[in-house]
């Protein structure tokens, strides 16, 4: 799978889960289903990956990588479901990406790709219909999973770059480990759950469909692409939100929401990367001895130039 199907397929199931969480509030309170989400992650990979065996062999720095990034993770599913519980799902995904544009311009040099971000910002602005009055709290909490979320693709790219163990391994360790972070928070919540069937089966769907396939694809397409790229195309999300909340919760846009989900689009479409076709493998640890070893010739002629010293020419054979 390419990395750009990975992340299409991150960004329709990201949304698709939390669709369906929002059905299960009328059962279970949010803070519930957001632990149950996280913990059913957890026993997927937990079964598949039995990742505990990679956690013996790391070096301190790396597990605390996990641990930040498990405690983002408990912490960015528990306000996010506070969030869509007072919010429309599509309002929740545009505010979210606000921070990522600025993830987007670290790595942002060229006009045409200043142009695509502000038009992807345009976009998110047409897309938030934000009433701060009547929603203060829903908007706090958005705002504060948009703070994660950034963080998590932060976080969720040195987990992917780790030499020292692959990204899935590293994502099953953080499901693990934030499902004991948000037990607290969420456990007590969950525990209508466990004497409902019809509930605790749709929550373990929430968690599969929300934490399994979309993380496991970002780490496919954040092992393959670069920082700003990436922060660029999760301008998607919120145009995905915006078509899962129509197809599932019937959350109708405006015209005005329309307009901003052409945008956004229109800003990904125009994004370039400065590199040459190819490039990106340079972002891949894998590549690092060829890498080095071109930036050493390189050098080589450079100081071969600034003394003066005429390189080689072999005759012809």
Known sequence: MTAYASFLVSAVFHYLGPAFAVLLFARVEPLGVAWLRIAAAALVFALWRRPWRVWRRLDRPVRLL??????VLAAMNSVFYLA???LPL??????????VIVLAAMAVRTRR?????????????????????AEPLGIAFAAANAVLFAAY???GHRVAREPRLSGVDGLALSMLLAAGF???????DALPALADPV??????????CSSVIPYVADQVAMARLPRGRYALLVALLPATATVIGVLVLTQLPTVRELAGVGLVVAGVALHRDRLAPGADCRHDVRNAPVVLQQTRRRFARADRAKKGVRPEIRPEQ
Not at 90 to 99: I, K, N, Q, S
Not at 113 to 133: E, K, M, P, Q, S
Not at 182 to 188: E, I
Not at 199 to 208: D, E, I, Q, S, T
Request: net charge negative; glycine share 14%.
């Open 84 to 86: 869509i519980e007072r």
């Open 182 to 188: 948000a037990l607290p928070a969420g456990g007590w």
């Open 199 to 208: 509930a605790l089966a749709a929550a373990a769907g929430v968690g599969v």
């Open 153 to 155: 693709i932060v976080l």
């Open 66 to 71: 996990l641990l930040g990034w498990a405690a």
């Open 113 to 133: 790709n200043l142009l695509a971000l502000a038009g992807a910002a345009a976009g998110v602005y047409l897309l938030t219909d934000v009433r701060l009055v």
């Open 90 to 99: 599509g309002t929740v995904a545009a505010v979210e990406f606000l921070p």
